[in-house]
């Protein structure tokens, strides 16, 4: 919509930001607000509007006394200036809404002043964005509360500058303003930071244009549009989703982690795990926590919740099965890391070996009551620093480290569709800790599947299944994607739950990100770590991921996780101590190095055609399962010729079950005649399973990806061993 009339930005309301644009004032009472605006000076000059688009729905209305001011509110104008009457606002949500602009040209804006006691002013804001404070007198825009008076400000705003204004701000345009609903621009012209693997970000970030209308699986843009070329020198390449995928006749089959079957590895037996002072109910489990190969002392760490709602602990191990619980001098006689500060609820840590800063090696957030949350750093895991307040954040918030774009991410539990998630990031874990810039990110979709039943534990009873929602989302660097373990909620409610000392139902599934903000996930939306719903399970429900997520353990994936057997002895106590929250172990389950999903072909060679590729590496591996089959590549240019040397008659055929096998080719020794070329990858597989690629620099193998929680062999969370970390690995099983 273009506006040519002229505007001015006036606003009095809760949490807002209402764009008022002229429509039919004269160009005198333009010019005339224009000189009011200078003090009387004037300009001479007929100022321009800018162009703006909207993130959220909203509808346009004349303003004017009277006139209704929010879509959720019953605040009408009270006064209306004589340069301001008539022209048009923009009405939405009280909540306010979100801007960006796309051309540049004066702005106006309205907010109480700071210096009113009790005024949701903005004026701190407006201060930071550029705006000046104009002499006008204040008015009341609505009620007869002081609060309600406005000031008004004014800016030249600049093409790419974003508003994301809360309570409460409104904005109102010059002539030649437009004003357009916000659409996502095609990611190939995003003009924003650019990522490793050739995905270029917008400008804009992050992106928070989740509509809590909305539940239909959530936009992956980077696979609508991937970069024309993609850099592969980052990691293992995973057949995850399409981003690297040109063509292919295999088929993607989705695998499950398989359950150790000396599970559970950890129970509550202590004192402090079994609540026999607090009276809490048994636990010896992460709510997130984090378990990691520390390589500085090689042992597994974790961290951990030991007794419900009370103590965060501490235990090692030297094969990540046998686990000991040392005893701690900070709160002697027992592991405990902090001294019991409240009701203790979620806590993540991540093990930073990224940091130059020893002191701060280990990171740490706590959630509890009232605190809310608290961030804290390590030097040894152990001994923690002073805690630093977080802004406003839910009680299963967590943290996470994206190595790729060295980003602090605190993901946020929120409620704007059923149990969701809010993002904020941050170059500095403690910097960031006051949430400023967090916006709407994940939730559970329509494809995610509600329970059979509304209770699972009792079939029999009638009742709506709960719709599922996203309990919890932790995520970690597995080589060259962010993976994400979404913990999806299935009901029934705490209530009904409590009522019977039965967990609930959370079971976890997977998430990919290329770009750590928007995840791919699996078609098939059945669970990758599942509950067993059966009394007399240890994990029969409400199932956890922890923060490292898993370990790579030589050949295989470890992920360690949380089940809860629930104890129907404790019906209907408080909720500390109820058996809904009782009895919660630590198992492990299993899975393929990069055995996430797999390409596959039957009897029937199939092939499948990489997008272009660039990297600087110049072997070629590959993680491949087929002893009854074979698989072999051969290498096109640009123009989808062969590359001499790299054809598939000339590639030595790979028939084996390896998770690192190296591809030859007769008349090639390696690939450094192609290095920094963009070429693709044709794999053309029979009876067999494609897992991942990968360019090492060297006949080691090493991905120079990331290793999630690390492991046996690796010296830092980055596989830069290849072979040798197996060696390493079976040493350490032995």
């Given amino acids: 919509m273009k506006f040519n009339r002229s505007p001015h930005m006036f606003s009095n309301v809760p949490m807002v930001l209402a ?75 009280i909540d306010g809404y979100k801007l960006t602009c796309t051309r540049s040209g004066l702005l106006y804006a309205l907010t ?129 989703d399409d981003f690297l995928i040109e063509n292919t006749t295999l088929k993607r089959t989705w695998h499950k982690a398989r359950k150790y079957e000396g599970n559970p590895i950890l129970s509550p037996t202590t004192d402090l795990e079994r609540g026999v002072q607090s009276g809490q109910a048994p636990m010896a489990a992460p709510f997130s926590g984090g378990v990691w190969y520390d390589p500085s002392d090689k042992r597994f760490k974790m961290w951990y919740h030991a007794g419900w709602f009370d103590g965060t602990a501490y235990a090692e191990s030297k094969d990540g099965i046998h686990w000991e619980r040392p005893d701690l001098d900070v709160v002697p006689g027992t592991n405990r890391i902090v001294p019991r500060k409240g009701v203790r609820d979620s806590a993540a840590v991540i093990l930073d070996t990224f940091t130059d800063e020893a002191s701060q090696r280990y990171k740490m957030l706590i959630w509890s009551r009232p605190q809310g949350g608290e961030l804290f750093t390590s030097a040894d895991g152990i001994h923690w620093s002073d ?162 997520i898993c370990l790579v353990m030589g050949d295989e994936l470890w992920f360690y996780y949380t089940g809860f057997a629930g104890d129907t002895a404790r019906k209907g106590l408080p909720i500390d101590s109820n058996g809904m929250y009782a009895n919660a172990s630590t198992g492990i389950a299993k899975l393929r190095r990069d055995g996430f999903a797999s390409l596959d072909a039957g009897s029937e060679s199939g092939n499948l055609t990489t997008r272009s590729v660039v990297f600087q590496g110049n072997r070629l591996f590959v993680n491949a399962d087929c002893p009854e089959g074979t698989l072999r590549v051969e290498v096109l240019d640009e123009a989808g010729s062969v590359v001499a040397g790299f054809s598939k008659e000339q590639c030595n055929p790979i028939a084996s079950d390896s998770t690192l096998a190296e591809v030859t080719w007769d008349s090639a020794s390696d690939l450094s005649s192609i ?60």
């Avoid at 699972?456 to 995520?475: E, H, I, V």
């Avoid at 409590?498 to 669970?527: C, M, N, Y």
Wanted: net charge negative.
């Fill in 387 to 548: 805690p630093v307040r977080t802004g406003p954040m839910g009680d299963r918030s967590t943290i996470f480290f994206n190595p790729f774009r060295n980003k602090w991410v605190y993901s946020i539990r929120a409620s704007w569709r059923g149990r969701s998630r809010n993002y904020s990031e941050s170059d500095d874990f403690l910097a960031g800790a006051s949430l400023s810039d967090q916006v709407k990110w994940m939730r559970a979709d329509n494809l995610d599947l509600p329970d059979d039943h509304w209770f699972y534990a009792f079939p029999q009873r009638d009742g709506k299944p709960t719709t599922p929602s996203l309990y919890n989302l932790d995520a970690v660097a597995y080589e060259s994607v962010m993976l994400g373990a979404l913990e999806i909620y299935q009901g029934p409610d705490n209530g009904a739950c409590a009522a019977e000392g039965v967990p609930k139902l959370t079971e976890i599934h997977l998430g990919f990100s290329r770009d750590g903000f928007h995840w791919q996930r699996a078609e098939d939306r059945t669970p990758f770590i599942a509950a067993t719903r059966k009394a007399g399970t240890w994990d029969r429900g409400y199932i956890q991921s922890n923060a490292a």
């Fill in 112 to 240: 109480p002043r700071a210096a009113q006691e009790g005024a949701a002013s903005q004026e701190d804001y407006l201060a930071d964005k550029g705006f000046e404070k104009l002499s006008w007198d204040d008015f009341q825009l609505f009620g007869n509360n002081a609060i309600d008076r406005v000031t008004v400000y004014r800016k030249v705003i600049e093409e790419g500058e974003v508003l994301d204004i809360n309570k409460w701000v409104v904005l109102l345009l010059p002539t030649g303003g437009e004003i357009s609903k916000w659409k996502p621009r095609p990611w190939n012209q995003n003009q924003g930071e650019l990522l490793y693997n050739g995905i270029q970000l917008p400008r804009d970030w992050p992106p928070g244009d989740a509509d809590p209308k909305d539940a239909s699986p959530l936009a992956v843009p980077y696979l609508e549009f991937p970069p024309e070329t993609i850099v592969i020198d980052t990691g293992r390449q995973l057949f995850v």
């Fill in 675 to 734: 290095v920094g070329k963009p070429v693709r990858f044709r794999f053309h597989l029979q009876n067999g399973r494609l897992y991942s690629f990968w360019v090492s620099p060297n006949e080691s193998g090493a991905s120079h990806g990331f290793v999630a929680g690390g492991g046996p062999g690796f010296d830092s969370l980055i596989d830069t061993k290849g072979k040798a970390a197996y060696i390493a690995e079976e040493e350490t099983s032995r």
């Fill in 19 to 93: 764009v008022a644009v002229g429509l039919g004032v004269a160009m005198g009472a333009q010019q005339s607000l224009w000189a009011e605006s200078n003090d009387g000076s004037g300009t001479g000059k007929d100022p321009s509007g800018p162009a703006l688009e909207c993130r959220n729905a909203f509808d346009l209305a004349p303003f004017k006394q009277g006139v209704l001011l929010f879509t959720d509110r019953k605040y009408t104008a009270k006064s209306v200036p004589d340069l301001l009457k008539e022209l048009t606002f923009v009405r939405t949500s």
